[in-house]
């Protein structure tokens, strides 16, 4: 079985990487999950954290505001509304993030308080992950 | 028939005219290209996006259950369009063929009896449709301070149109814009966004891959419908911008051209009565010559 599998990362603007990854670390809404060659198809919608990647190119980290990943034996493509590299996320993004996920708390029907609810602690994670 | 001066001043306008469309031209070209590499950049997103959504969709659309975004809300009485054009003018039948497309359009919902809502991005098409439209104008949307089109600008938009729907304000949204094919053909475009449509035989190749879904096909899919709109409105202003520019292109670089042969022409009218006032006075001092 082949060892690695092609990664595509992008974004609605442009195309963020494309190579051959080994490992992949998804940040599922239902939880993390990590794709490896062989895997079993599935789509996935993503939670705002960490997509974590290793690859021909290294270690790559990238920061998702959400999107959805589609995973086959061969192939993992991410499609992120917003996706930045790690290292050049600032502070001003996440807080924009975060007064984004509020007000939609706010705004949000009693049932559909959990899942605005979770985002919300998603992102103070993911605050908390960065510092 | 015009005095010399008048002439000299007359080339001298068209002169600057002509550089004026010029360096348009250029600009445009320089700008073109952006455009089409923004628009190039968005492509695989477009597709990866439809074609996991048209799986979905077409799994939903068969089970004939799914959220009022892909259904529809099952009347179609109410129409909104989504007229898209440019903030700016000077680019020759760009904004003019989106809107005669539009008003056909609007012509042909009325006289089926529907009624018509107008949302309007982009100056130019606002003020074309004014007169015949202005009371079904619902909303404008503002682009001319965007320097670079961003996927935000498409969010935007798509919130709005959405919150409508949500409102239910409209049962069927559609968005005008102008497809490009090359520098000399943009082609006005009309596009259903809600309720979803989806180009069939994308996901012809190879066999069906069967997949999991997290959380489930219905999450997923009331996820993605909301995206798809913002996704389709995207490449919608993306092709518009590349249509924009080359429409101003060639506009100006036809502008340039009849610039030039006004100046030729004008030139060969001035020659013409400089050698007749020259002739003139020749005659008028060999006639005094003789006369002595």
Redesign the interface.
Known sequence: MADTMQF?L??????LASYQASEIRIP???GD?TAMPGH??????LRPGVLHVEGSEGTQEFVVSG??A?I?ATAT?V?A??AIPRAEVTRDFIDELRREAEAAHEAAEPHEKDATAKALSDLAQLAEDMV | MPSLKDLKNRIDTVKSTRKITKAMQMVAAAKLRRAQE?AE??R???E??NA?LGG?AASAQEAGQGPKLLLGTGSDQVHLLVVMTAERGLCGGFNSSIVKLARTSIDELERAGKTVKILTVGKKGREQLKRDHEDKFVGHVDLSEVKRL??AN?QDIAKDVLARFEAEEFDVAKIFYSKFESVISQIPTEQQVIPATFEEGETAGGAP???????SEE??LA??LP?AV??QI?AGLLENAASEQGARMSAMDNATRNAGDMIDRLTIQYNRSRQAVITNELIEIISGAEAL
């Open positions: 595509d992008v974004s609605p603007e442009r195309m599922g809404v239902e999950m079993m198809p599935v789509i996935t919608t999107g959805f589609e086959s493509s499609l509304e917003q | 923004a950049a968005a695989p997103y477009a990866r996006f996991v979905l961003g996927y498409a891959t069967f997949y999991d879904y997290e959380p999450g997923i996820e993605l995206k913002a996704t995207f």
